[in-house]
T-cell receptor, first 114, second 111 residues
Framework: DAGVIQSPRHEVTEMGQEVTLRCKPI?????LFWYRQTMMRGLELLIY????????DSGMPEDRFSAKMPNASFSTLKIQPSEPRDSAVYFC????????????FGQGTRLTVV | DAKTTQPTSMDCAEGRAANLPCNHS???????VYWYRQIHSQGPQYIIH???NNETNEMASLIITEDRKSSTLILPHATLRDTAVYYC????????????FGAGTQVVVTP
């Protein structure tokens, strides 16, 4: 398996533009997580899905952020409109549905909003 | 999930064992101790986890004290590629596997 695949790896956009980050989890994994990492705040959990259903989105910073998982093999994190303070590395992770199993992380998308 | 406390940083000589401590004094009976690491610019990587027995795999060993209030991750023969931030996380079985990362320990392995 190729692991968790995120795209794009790097994104530079202007303030006010819409940004969509994409994630393909490992096949067969039931849970998917979106994280954001900045120097100031470290790794923050934004939202997680189980069987394509959002379970907890309390970590989503504002209404400008939204996430979807239309099927078991694809998820998106959208920021509209983007702001400079959204600049960060965004990670997607997936794990099997069985208890006490580890999560696998993608390589991340480095977002820069100018 | 219980809060964990780790030293901010530590150095280790290449080829020597690296012992990374973690305090989790409020851990409950159904919380596992997980260790992940993050090498610069990469996504976090799972290392090992355990409940109360010591665990060993190809990457590391995990020693959990009998009262479960602390644990130590042991990298038996540190290499330069082990330079990373190491995170200790307490996680219950029924918490959907959602990892809450603290600041971790920055480990620098020197030649």
């Amino acid at each position: 398996d190729a692991g968790v695949i995120q795209s794009p790896r790097h994104e530079v956009t202007e303030m006010g533009q819409e940004v969509t980050l994409r994630c393909k989890p490992i096949s067969g994994h039931n849970s998917l997580f979106w994280y954001r990492q900045t120097m100031m705040r470290g790794l923050e959990l934004l939202i997680y899905f189980n069987n394509n259903v959002p379970i907890d989105d309390s970590g989503m910073p504002e209404d400008r952020f939204s996430a979807k998982m239309p099927n078991a093999s694809f998820s998106t994190l959208k920021i509209q409109p983007s702001e400079p303070r959204d600049s960060a590395v965004y990670f997607c992770a997936s794990r099997p549905g069985t208890p006490n199993t580890e999560a696998f992380f993608g390589q991340g998308t480095r977002l820069t909003v100018v | 999930d219980a809060k964990t406390t780790q030293p901010t940083s530590m150095d280790c000589a290449e080829g020597r064992a690296a012992n990374l401590p973690c305090n989790h004094s409020t851990i409950s009976g159904n919380e596992y101790v997980y260790w992940y690491r993050q090498i610069h610019s990469q996504g976090p990587q799972y290392i090992i986890h355990g409940l109360k027995n010591n665990e060993t795999n190809e990457m590391a060993s995990l020693i959990i004290t009998e009262d479960r209030k602390s644990s130590t991750l042991i990298l038996p023969h540190a290499t330069l590629r082990d330079t990373a931030v190491y995170y200790c996380i307490a996680l219950t079985t029924d918490s959907w596997g959602k990892l809450q990362f603290g600041a971790g320990t920055q480990v620098v392995v020197t030649p």
